[in-house]
């Protein structure tokens, strides 16, 4: 199991942008697929954007592409997701999370994922 803990979050006008991280402690991230979820108020927690292990995948929700790109530095045991052009429906709770792979799979889909962080708000507001 891999510990995750979100930081970068925070208060930013719309059209400015946020780098969120996802450092990892007590395995190598290098063995995980990593992907950024968020959960508004009121509503369901939405996928975001996932990366490989080795970052040769990559794939985002239409709802951030152009806008959000996700990276990782496995030396580092970080994953990062530098939000642009934000908006106030970016506004949620985004989410770290990871599973254990030993190919070059990413996924979509929240129960794929076996370890999540805490969470760190975002908000976009004037």
């Known amino acids: 199991q891999v510990h995750l803990v979100e930081s970068g979050g925070g208060l930013v006008q719309p059209g400015g942008s946020l780098r969120l991280s996802c450092t990892a402690s007590?395995?190598?991230?290098?063995?995980?697929?990593v992907g950024w979820f968020r959960q508004a108020p009121g509503k369901e927690r939405e996928f975001v954007a996932t990366?490989?292990?080795?970052?040769?995948?990559?794939y985002y929700a239409d709802s951030v592409k152009g806008r959000f790109s996700i990276s990782r530095d496995n030396a580092k045991n970080t994953a990062f997701l530098q939000m642009n052009s934000l908006k106030p429906e970016d506004t949620a709770v985004y989410y770290c999370?990871?599973?254990?792979?030993?190919?070059?799979?990413?996924?979509?889909?929240?129960?794929?994922?076996?370890?999540w962080g805490q969470g760190t708000q975002v908000t976009v507001a004037s």
């Open positions: 999370a990871a599973y254990f792979t030993v190919t070059g799979a990413t996924s979509e889909n929240s129960a794929d994922y076996t370890d």
């Open positions: 007590g395995r190598a991230l290098s063995d995980y697929a």
């Open positions: 990366i490989s292990r080795a970052a040769s995948r990559r």
